[in-house]
C-alpha cells in the first residue's frame, strides 16, 4: 500500500508541476465545484446482481491546477442486500473520502484554455465508514474513474459516470490494513457537477500568454532606448529654454538702450541712424506695445526738428520664401508711417518708406532681423 500511495504522490507532483506553468495564477476562492452522484454496488468478490444496494452522496472540491485536485465526498448506503439484510436502519452505512483528483487528458495532452468536452478523471482516496444498528466503524479506500462530460455556455456543467472499488481495508482499531478484493464494493455512479464562476470571468482555468526570454529581453532594450531618447530631449529642451531666455534678455535690453544718433559715412547720400527700432513677431506686421514707444520718441524728434526727413527701412528675417518676405518688410515700413501720420501727424511728404526685403546682417540673432529702423536723411 506505501508503493501505491508513493506512486500517486509523485504522479500527482509532477503533474501539478507541468500545469502550473501553463495556466494563469487563481485566487484561493477559484475552481472550487460541487456535484451529487447515485447509483447501485454490489460486492466485488461475487458480482451478483442480486445482491444490489443503493448508494447517494454529495461531493465539493477544488482543482489546483488543470491536473490535479482534492474532493471531499460523502456517500449513504441503502438496501437490504449482501450484507445488510440484517440491518433495520433505512441508511445502512455512510462513507466518508478524502479524494485525490487527477485528469488523465490534461497531463497527457495539455490544457488549451477550456476543459474538452469529454475527460477521464482519476479519483483515489481514504475514508472512513460508518454502519448504523452495528454501530461499527472502518477505513476505507475508494479508487475509480470519472468518464466526464463537459456542457454549458462555459462548460460550468459536467456529467459524469464513474465506477469504483471501495474497499474496507482496517477496522476502528487500525490493527491489519489491507486491501482486500473480499471486502470491497463495486459500485457505479452517475453525477452532476457545477464549477462555480472565477475571479478571471470564467469557470475554470485560464492560459497564461507567456513570453521567452529573447522577447522579453528585447522588449526591455526598446524601454531603455526610449529611456535615453527622453534624456535627450530634455536636454535639447532645457538648453531651448537658456536660448530663450538669453533672447529675452537681449530683447529687453535692446528696448531699454538710450537712444543714440549715429552717422553712416561712405553713402552716397548722408543720413543719421536713429537708435530706436520697431521689432515684430515672425511673419507679422501689426506694431505691439513697444514698437508704439519707440515711433513716439522718433515723432518726438521730427517735431524738436522740423528739418528732418525720416526713410524708414523695413526688414523680414530670411526664413521663407524671398517674394513674401519683399512685401512683409514692405509692409512692416509702411505700417509704421501710418502711425506716424495718423497718431503723431507728422507730414507724409518728411517721411519714406521702403521694404528691404531679407536680411541676416543686422543682428546676430536670426529674429532681431524682423524690424523698422529709422535714418535721417536730412543730415
Known sequence: MKKLFLMLAVAAFSAQTISAQTVEESLNCDNWYIGINGGANVPASTFKFDDINYQAGLRIGRWFTPVVGLAVEGQAFFGKNAGFDDLKTTVKQTNVSLLGTLNFNNWFAGYNGTPRCFE???????????????????????????????FGSDKQWQLYLEPALVYTIADAHMDHVAYNINDAIFQA?????????????????????????????????????LRANINDKDAQLSAKDGQIRQLKADLDECRNRPTENV?????????TNLQPMVI????????????????????????????????????????GNPEVNQRLSQARADAVKNVLVKKHKIAASRLTATGMGATDELFDEVEFNRVATFNDTAK
Not at 452495528?134 to 475509480?144: H, I, L, P, Y
Not at 552717422?263 to 543720413?271: E, Q
Open 120 to 150: 477521464i478523471i482519476g479519483i483515489a482516496g481514504l475514508g472512513w465508514q460508518h454502519t448504523f444498528d452495528e454501530v461499527d466503524n472502518a477505513m476505507s479506500s475508494k479508487v475509480g474513474l470519472d468518464f466526464a462530460y463537459n
Open 189 to 225: 455512479n452517475l453525477g452532476l457537477v457545477y464549477k462555480f464562476g472565477n475571479s478571471n470571468g470564467t469557470h475554470n482555468f485560464k492560459v497564461a500568454e507567456l513570453r521567452d526570454q529573447a522577447e522579453i529581453d528585447g522588449l526591455n532594450a526598446k524601454i531603455n532606448e
Open 263 to 271: 552717422t553712416v559715412v561712405n553713402k552716397p547720400t548722408t543720413v
Open 280 to 319: 515684430f513677431g515672425k511673419g507679422k506686421s501689426s506694431i505691439d506695445q513697444a514698437g508704439y514707444a519707440s515711433i513716439e520718441l522718433i515723432a518726438t524728434y521730427m517735431k524738436k526738428h522740423p528739418e528732418a526727413k525720416i526713410e524708414i527701412k523695413g526688414y523680414a528675417s530670411p526664413e
